[in-house]
């Protein structure tokens, strides 16, 4: 099949050097590229959601603020929080 394909100047001069490195064409280059493309999607949406246990709790404790990591730091390494 024949189609246009417009790419970036920059893009297209790496895609010739990589094509003339390997001795291959740039159809060739542009095909493998999708093909890759597509296999890591069809192989992402294969994997299974992962599922969080949770556990019942009162919510934070008092003076930590999910925002402020250096508090979380401190709390999780036994430091008193303020």
């Known amino acids: 099949m024949r189609t246009t394909v417009r790419l970036n100047e920059s893009l297209m001069t790496e895609v010739k050097r990589y094509a003339a490195k390997r001795q291959i064409t740039i159809t060739a280059v542009i095909e493998e ?34 925002d402020d990591t250096s508090s979380l730091i401190d709390a999780m390494e036994g430091n008193a929080v303020t």
């Open 33 to 66: 590229a999708l093909r890759d493309i597509m296999a890591r999607e069809k192989k992402r949406q294969q994997i299974p959601p992962t599922k969080l246990t949770t556990v019942g709790g009162r919510g934070l404790l008092p003076g930590i603020d999910l």
